[in-house]
Structure formats: C-alpha cells, structure tokens
C-alpha cells in the first residue's frame, strides 16, 4: 500500500462547478497535510495547509481533515480554467521529507 | 509564504560534463532542503536529503558519487550533477523545509530543467 494515495484522474469538472480532491494516507502518525498545486512544467506550489480535523477555508478553497479515516481532502469552489493542474497530496509523518502522492490531474472545461 | 530560488533554471550541456545547480531559501534559513527529480508525466521522486553541515542522505537507487550534494550554509544547497548522461535529463526541483512561523512545511524552487546532449 502506498503511503499516500490519490486518484490520478483526469477529474473533469466544468467552470463554475466544485471541484473535489480526495487523498488518504497510511501512516496514523501523520501530524501534517499539505495541499500543492503544480502547473505543466512548473514545480509544485502550496496551496493549503492543515493541521488539525476539520474543514479550514482560504478563498474559493476547503481543506478537510479527518484522522480517523486518514483522509484529507480539497475542495475547489467556482471552479476556473486557470485551476486545471495537478493537485499533489503532501503528509508530514515526522521525517523530515514530506511524502507526497502521485497527484490528481484536474479538467476545468470552460 | 518563504521564498526558495533556483539558478539555472534551463541547461544545456553536452555529455559527459558536469552541471551545478543551487538551491537558495531568500527570506528564511533552512537547515534542510531536499532535492527532486520529475520526468514527464510521472510524480515528484525524492533524491536527496541536504543537511546544513553534514553529509547528505541518498534516496535507495540515487548515486551519491553522481548526484553530488553540498549545503555549505543555512541559505544554499547545491546538486551538481557529474558526467551528465542523456537519461539524466529531467527537471530538478529542490525544497527547503522551514518551521515556526510557517510551522513545518516545504516550499519548493521554481525547478531546473536539465537537457543532456
């Protein structure tokens, strides 16, 4: 099993719509969850942040945590065009790298 | 967030030579910053690990006498790549861990794409 799992996707969502991204992980003492964004043929750029169960909000952002079901997830609202990307999963299990997972490919057709 | 920069961010080199790139955290000191590779359509693949100070940490299949690693200071790492060979080719993105006021999280270099001839 992998440390961190994602749906690769595509997710296709059409403008307007909610996006949602969803990632599970396997290690109960993860403290720390991360959300990056990485455009084609950029480098990943962190996006959200979140550290405790619950929902946390920034902008058209949601991050939701729940630790009993090792699930974090993101939701994107009034999706854009300028939001298709590949969303990346990111845990911080007390190592000092995070562990990421393979992304979620995400279609916002206009 | 912490601003992390990348020097170069394209290169061409011919085979056989060698290629440095640095690593730069601007407004914050990073004891840690790692070191990836990414091939197209394929995720993020850790390296290496660079310590302040000390030695570096290898991922399992990574040549530490091919990917050399150097953090001479809390702000610069650098990863030279030595006699560059076509399937070395990739972009390379380092990172640098911060914690704090930023609590613990990676911010990433903008990536340096390495094009072996």
């Known amino acids: 099993q992998k440390e961190v799992e994602q749906n690769s996707g595509p997710l296709s969502v059409p403008e307007g719509a909610i996006a949602s991204l969803n990632c599970t992980y396997s290690?109960?003492?993860?403290?720390?969850f991360f959300w990056y964004r990485q455009y084609s043929g950029k480098s990943p750029e962190l996006i959200m942040s979140?550290?405790?169960?619950g929902d946390k909000e920034d902008g058209r952002f949601t991050a939701q945590l729940n630790k009993a079901s090792q699930y974090v997830s993101l939701l994107i609202r009034d999706s854009q065009p300028s939001d298709s990307a590949t969303y990346l999963c990111?845990?911080?299990?007390?190592?000092?790298?995070?562990?990421f997972g393979s992304g979620t490919r995400l279609q916002v057709q206009p | 967030g912490a601003v992390v920069s990348q020097h170069p961010s394209w290169v061409i080199c011919k085979s056989g030579t060698s290629v440095k790139i640095e690593c730069r955290s601007l407004?914050?000191?990073?004891?840690?910053m790692f070191w990836y590779r990414q091939f197209p359509k394929q995720s993020l693949m850790l390296m290496a690990t660079?310590?302040?100070?000390?030695?570096?940490?290898?991922e399992q299949g990574v040549e530490k006498d091919k990917f050399l690693i150097n953090h001479a200071s809390l702000t610069l790492s650098t990863l030279t790549v030595t006699s560059a060979h076509p399937e070395d080719s990739s972009f390379y993105i380092c990172?640098?861990?911060?914690?704090?006021?930023?609590?613990?999280?990676?911010?990433f270099g903008p990536g340096t794409r390495l094009l072996v001839l």
């Open positions: 990172s640098a861990h911060t914690s704090g006021t930023y609590q613990e999280t990676q911010y």
């Open positions: 290690d109960r003492v993860s403290q720390s």
């Open positions: 979140i550290y405790s169960n």
């Open positions: 990111a845990v911080y299990t007390g190592r000092r790298a995070l562990t």
């Open positions: 407004d914050f000191q990073a004891t840690t």
């Open positions: 660079s310590n302040e100070g000390s030695k570096a940490t290898y």
